[in-house]
């Protein structure tokens, strides 16, 4: 069974092929290890006159902190992201000291040709004094990474000539990977709130680190997105070859031409930078990025990034983050009689960018709005020991065996001894094969109801008052919780969390997977549907009548003589605002991506209607064990 989707699949088709071809240029890998650096004194510039901080670099609105230089926090520290002396990587952090604890949004800057990550210090500075935890580090073959004023132009010549590394862009995309490694597991940094920009190569690397590495999550290359092939075709390639002439130069000799012309740049770029000027150009990978928010800024007389050679990629963009329902995350800004060059509004414009989207919390943060409606206060998150549930509670008249057979379907390894842990955490079957198996009771349900109709008591209750949301988002929120809580154990790896879950639990597993990314594997069964699709299609009827109750009060309140398509979209803005809206599934599924997703639902369901995916033939509101099966291998593929 698979989801159909194809922009999705080939936007990960495409990633892999990229991260393919990284790790064939690479040297032998290392564990991802930190080590402690000094600040670099006299930084080392490859150009001549050495450059000044501009206009431009000093214009990004600041904090008035007034005891700012006493509270910023620098760290200086190198990454080893493989052997060699390349795999050394010089990262330069600030932040402000904060006596709290709360997790902090980033931004990593990229500087441009020859420059080095000291030259960005006014922009890190600015950032740190807003908030952000600021990064810069050096590109390969420049800054700490150059050894003499022509190492950069030395690397692109060696490549040319050995094909073993990939100096112009790729090598730094893999470092930019490792990079978000570390960032990821930083207490300071919440790892869905990193956002990465950069100008001119700096740029590039920001565009190509976006496309390979889903966890920048807001994007704002500053003149670097270009097309290539479109260069080559309609003779714009002189500006971009200029830039570093050096091996085009050496290639023209090699390939006994007396000048530069298209022939020779294709070949550089195909040897250099293999897929550049084709399957991983601009037209192709830019889409990739949706939904994420992309913000392009080119000067619209830039020669090296020809704002013309942007429309494909443009028009391209703007059909994925159409497709995604989210046109407003793109925006291609080309400011007026602007060449290679940064501007003032350049900077403004990315800094307002990545406060519009790493300053809220994206689509948690949008759930936690509609939490906060209902959430009182928050109590620390605290564990409580409990004992095994003797004769658990079945509401609705359920019998205890209807999914039993499907449930001990499940492979498991031969092993005597399991260990079992009971405990209640406060919020306000695969364990034999290796997993830590969790399960927990939904709201209202198990040891949190008291009553066979607690459930549909509390359903009522919210249609009445508006002061919960017991259908699926309440226990959302506890999923959250646990998130916390399952991160923090010793025994979890806490990159290789999945859920699942059936029916209203398969519903459960798929709003955690939207809201929180540390679910890093979702299998949701009988779960996942269109509830807009249903009232629109009039195929609301058996979701209904699962919690009848709460349709029939609402009916009488609203005076109406039968259940019909406006009672039941008042009901779900009453007790779930925005499942048949914004949070509905052509919204909040394609958030999950690029986290492997498996949807499992019966072709004949009819509280889950078939759109479009893969389903089990036959089979209605039940769950099989096929289903069991089909869930268990995949969280075998992508967590073991």
Known sequence: MEVKGNLTADAESLRTQFLQLLRTRRTAQVPLTVEPAEPVVNPLYQEVPLPTFSEAMESCPKANIPNFKELLKEENIYLHTEEGEQGKLPVLILSIKESNQQKRPAVVFLHSTHKCKEWLRPLLEAYASRGYVAIAVDSRYHGERASTLTTYKDALVSSWKNGDTMPFIFDTVWDLIKLADYLTQREDIDPTR???????????????????????????????????????????????????????????????????????????????????????????????????????????????????????????????????????????????????????????????WFDQFLKCKSILHSLEQSFSAFVRYQIPLTVEPAKPVLHPLFQGGVPASVFREAMESSPKADIKNLKEENLYLHTEAYASREYIAIAIDSRYHG????????????????????????????????????????????????????????????????????????????????????????????????RVDSIKPVFEEARIDLGKSAIDKEVVKKVWDRIAPGLASKFDSPYSVPAIAPRPLLILNGAIDPRGPLVMLMAQPGIAHQLTPQMVKEASDWFDQFLK
């Open 447 to 542: 040891e949190r109801a008291h009553n066979l109709t607690t459930y549909t008591d509390a359903l009522v209750s919210a249609w009445k008052k508006g002061d919960t949301m017991p259908f699926i988002f309440d226990t959302v929120w506890d999923l959250i919780k646990l998130a916390d809580y399952l991160t923090q154990r010793k025994d979890i790896d806490p990159t290789r969390i999945g859920i699942t879950g059936v029916s209203l639990g398969g519903m459960h597993a798929w709003f955690a997977a939207f809201a929180d990314t540390r679910y890093a594997v979702a299998a949701p069964i009988l779960g996942v549907q269109g509830f807009r699709w249903a009232i629109g299609k009039n195929k609301w009827q058996a």
């Open 194 to 352: 990193i956002g990465i920009t950069g100008e001119s190569l700096g740029g590039m690397h920001a565009w190509f680190a976006a496309f390979a590495d889903t966890r920048y999550k807001v994007v704002a290359p500053i003149i670097g997105i270009q097309g290539f092939r479109w260069a080559i075709e309609n003779d714009k390639w002189e500006a971009r070859v200029n830039s570093i002439r050096a091996v085009f130069e050496e290639a023209r000799i090699d390939l006994s031409k007396d000048k530069i012309d298209k022939d020779v740049v294709e070949k550089v770029w195909d040897r250099i930078a293999p897929g550049l000027a084709s399957q991983f150009d601009s037209p192709n990978t830019v889409p990739t990025i949706a939904p994420r928010p992309l913000l392009i800024i080119n000067g619209a007389e830039d020669p090296r990034c020809p704002i013309a050679g942007l429309e494909i990629p443009k028009t391209s963009a703007l059909k994925a983050y159409e497709e995604a329902h989210c046109s407003d995350k793109f925006k291609l800004i080309a400011e007026p009689e602007i060449g290679h060059q940064m501007t003032s509004l350049m900077v403004k414009e990315a800094s307002d």
